[in-house]
């Protein structure tokens, strides 16, 4: 008997039958499951399903108990109770004492699937991660902790993020500050995103993220393009370096936008047009073709041309969205909402994205999760 894991619905499928679980229901399930045939004590559980918690024993038989309960309905799989020792998941055709998937605690197994992880993210192919990190199972491997959270963020879990124990809130931060500058004036994002800095609350390669690229957007959608266009110069400077060639897209693809914003000559935008053209044959990131489909797109707009220009920003938001990346294609839409408001105030086309940046806030949660997100943000920000 086989049972499908989906850790990012707390889902378990088996003979087409699907069940949800809680979240720590699916851990520990999860867990029983990847050992199945072996046998834990409670201390054990808490310490592999509870890490850096302090719950009590009775906390595991309670789970058990939720646990049995909801699997009868897939049938056969059974939780067994050790006497004196602890429990052991049962299943129909494993064999008692054997590990069914014994290449999961393999180090050099973790590390390449790590490197595809890697591989999957630099390439924006958010659709490959979720199928690879819902087969962890049938391949028997162990997603790397990281991974494990940036399945979340590609899937635009917002809830968890925000309340996860899983990850320590240092790791999610970054994360959780790209959700929250979508929301509310540009303006406003600038000053809480310059104290960030300031206070250095980030990890270090996220807090260089945060000041030579995310900052550039926040400051051309605040109307300070000038400012964006000086941090600039020490974007290019850190992207020059060796182990940065995989943000030269999205910095380029960046630089366009500012200018753009700026009121730069169609002859300069068209120069660099065709610099984040070649760069992208050579490069061709998912995440950042559709990027710059969508600011081609909102220059085409800015000259009038609105059907080529409309037809652009779709190409866009249908590559991102193909993509996997949730949040990626809602910073799509919050760019172009903010274009529209700058330059095309009150116009169809104006009201048209404000509906559509609307309708992607709501569907990822952002809507309802903002008052949560910004009281955690600020109460960290303004501690001492």
Known sequence: MHLELNGSEYKVSSGGLTIELLPKEFALLQFLYRNRGR????????????????????????????????????????????RGFGYSLAIPGSLEGVAMNPATN??????????VFMKFHVYGQGQSMLTLARQQDILGYELDPHYSMVV????GDL????????????DRLFYLNLFYFFIGEPG???????????????????????????????????????????????SYQVISEPGFENFVPVTVITELFIHLVAG???????????????????????????GYKVVKGLWK????????????????????????????RLYALYRTHHFCRMFLTG????????????????????????QSLEDLLLRLLEAP
């Not at 800095?197 to 605040?222: F, G, H, R, V, W």
């Not at 009038?304 to 249908?318: D, S, T």
Request: hydrophobic fraction near 40%; glycine fraction near 4%; charged fraction near 35%.
């Open 159 to 170: 809830d968890w993020l925000i309340h996860t124990d899983e990850v320590p809130l240092k």
């Open 301 to 328: 707009l800015r000259r009038a041309q609105w059907a080529e220009g409309e037809k652009l920003i779709h190409e866009g938001l249908q590559v991102l969205e193909m993509s996997g990346f949730i949040p990626l």
């Open 106 to 115: 393999d180090p050099e197994l973790r590390n390449t699937m790590r490197e």
């Open 39 to 82: 046998t834990f004590s409670r201390e054990q559980l808490l310490d592999k399903v509870w890490p850096m918690e302090y719950p009590v024993e009775r906390t595991v038989d309670d789970h058990i108990y939720r646990l049995r309960k909801k699997l009868r309905q897939l049938g056969g799989i059974d939780i067994k109770t050790i």
């Open 347 to 370: 116009s169809a086309l104006d009201r048209k994205y404000e509906r559509l940046f609307t309708a992607e806030l709501e569907a990822c949660g952002l809507t309802r999760l903002e």
């Open 188 to 234: 406003v994002k600038v000053e809480y995103a310059e104290r960030l800095i300031k206070k250095k609350l980030l990890n270090e390669p996220e807090q260089l993220e945060l000041e030579i690229l995310t900052m550039l957007d926040l400051y051309t959608l605040a109307g300070q393009p000038e400012k964006a266009l000086e941090r600039l110069k020490r």
């Open 152 to 155: 979340h963020f590609v899937q």
């Open 264 to 290: 730069a000559g169609d002859v300069e935008l068209e120069r660099m047009d065709e610099a984040a053209s070649r760069i992208l044959q050579d490069k061709p990131f998912l995440r950042e073709i559709g």
